[in-house]
C-alpha cells in the first residue's frame, strides 16, 4: 500500500479487520519492521489523538517519529502555483515537500478542508502533492475529505460489539448541532466505509447537509431523525457543514442558527427509540452541542474505546505501508 485515503487502499475489509484483531492480540508482534525506518506527521491542524495514537503505532512498530506543526515553528507555506510570493508566507509547498521528504521513510498530512473552494477540497490538492512530490508513502490524518485513520478505528470498535447485536447491526450516522462550521471528512469516510461493511446502514440530517455522492453512494437516507433512530445498535453522531452537493454556493456554510437546530442534540429521548443503542462520536466533541453529558458518560458510550482502536487502525496501515518500502 503506497497511499492510504480510501477504504479501497486496503483491500479486503474483512481480511483488515482481521489484521487489526491480531494487532490487538499483541501491538508489538512488527517491531522488526520499522528498525531505522523514519515517520514524518505533518500537521496543518490541531490535534489530540491522531497526533498521539499515530506516534505510538509508529513506536509499536520500532519507527522513529518527527512530528511537523507547520503553523507553529515552520516557515509559512504557500500552497497555490503561480503566485507572487510577497506576503506573509516564506517558503512554497513544492519545495518543502520534497525536502522534508529528504529526512523519513513514510509521510503522515493533516490537511483539513479549508472551505475556499470546493474544487480544490474536494480534489484532495494537498494530499495529492505530498503523493506527487515526495516520492514517498503517504497516508491521511484527515484531509479534505476524508479520515480513513479515524473511521477504521471505529469500524474496529463496531466490530467488537457486533455479537451484542440482534442480528445484522443497524448503524445510523446522525448529524447534530454544532457552533461553527466543521468539515465532511468524517462523515464522508463513516459512509464510504459503512457501506462496505457489514452493517444496515442510515444517514439522517437536515435538509441541506446531503454528502456526496462520491462517499454516500446510494446510501439511506432518513431526514426523519427520530425514525432514523429507531431500533438502531450504533447511534455515530457528527455534525458537518453544507456539502455543497446541490447549492455549490452552500459548501461550508452552516445551513441555519444552530439554537433552531437543538433538537437534533443527541439526548437520552433519542437514545430510548433505539434497540438500547451504543452511542459513537470521533471526538473532539462539545457537550450540550452534540451530545448530553449522561449519553457520552453513560454506560453505552463508546468514545474512549474508539479513541483506543485509533493505536490500533494506525498500527495496521503504517505496518501495511512498512511492508511496501
Ligand atoms: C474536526 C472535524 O470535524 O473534522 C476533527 C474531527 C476529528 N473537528 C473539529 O475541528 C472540532
Ligand atoms: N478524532 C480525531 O482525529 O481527533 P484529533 O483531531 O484530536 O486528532
Not at 88 to 104: F, G, N, R, T
Not at 280 to 305: A, F, K, N, Y
Request: with cysteine; glycine share 4%; net charge negative.
Amino acid at each position: 500500500m503506497k497511499v492510504f485515503q480510501h477504504v479501497q487502499d486496503l483491500g479486503d475489509l474483512s481480511t483488515a479487520l482481521a489484521e487489526a484483531q491480531e494487532v490487538k492480540r499483541d501491538r508489538y508482534q512488527w517491531k522488526h519492521l520499522g528498525v531505522n525506518k523514519t515517520a514524518l506527521l505533518i500537521f496543518f491542524n490541531n490535534s489530540l489523538r491522531t497526533r498521539l495514537s499515530t506516534q505510538k503505532a509508529a513506536m509499536n512498530l520500532g519507527m522513529n517519529v518527527i512530528v511537523l506543526d507547520v503553523n507553529q515553528g515552520a516557515w509559512k507555506l504557500e500552497t497555490e502555483r503561480g503566485v507572487i510570493m510577497d506576503g506573509d508566507k516564506s517558503e512554497h509547498l513544492l519545495e518543502a515537500i520534497p525536502v522534508m521528504a529528504q529526512y523519513c521513510d513514510i509521510i503522515g498530512v493533516r490537511s483539513f478542508a479549508r472551505f475556499e473552494n470546493r474544487q480544490d477540497d474536494y480534489e484532495e490538492r494537498i494530499l495529492n502533492q505530498f503523493v506527487l512530490y515526495s516520492g514517498r508513502p503517504v497516508f491521511a490524518m484527515e484531509t479534505a475529505t476524508v479520515h480513513p485513520l479515524q473511521v477504521f478505528a471505529d469500524l474496529i470498535t463496531i466490530e467488537s460489539h457486533r455479537r451484542e447485536c440482534n442480528g445484522r447491526p443497524k448503524v445510523v450516522l446522525s448529524w447534530a448541532p454544532h457552533p461553527k462550521a466543521l468539515p465532511q471528512a468524517v462523515p464522508n469516510s463513516f459512509a464510504q466505509w459503512m457501506r462496505q461493511a457489514d452493517v444496515d446502514f442510515v444517514i439522517t440530517h437536515p435538509e441541506g447537509y446531503e454528502l456526496d455522492p462520491l462517499f454516500a453512494g446510494n446510501a439511506r437516507v432518513e431526514y426523519n431523525q427520530m425514525k432514523a433512530l429507531a431500533d438502531a445498535d450504533f447511534v455515530y453522531a457528527k455534525n458537518w457543514s453544507c456539502p455543497g452537493v446541490t447549492r455549490p454556493e452552500d459548501y461550508g456554510k452552516v445551513l441555519d442558527d444552530y439554537h433552531t437546530m437543538m433538537d437534533w442534540t443527541i439526548d437520552q429521548r433519542h437514545m430510548d427509540v433505539t434497540r438500547d443503542a451504543h452511542f459513537m462520536h470521533c471526538l473532539p466533541v462539545r457537550r450540550g452541542m452534540i451530545v448530553t453529558d449522561d449519553v457520552i458518560e453513560g454506560p453505552r458510550s463508546l468514545v474512549i474505546e474508539e479513541a483506543g482502536n485509533r493505536e490500533i487502525s494506525a498500527t495496521v496501515v503504517l505496518k501495511r505501508l512498512l511492508e511496501s518500502l
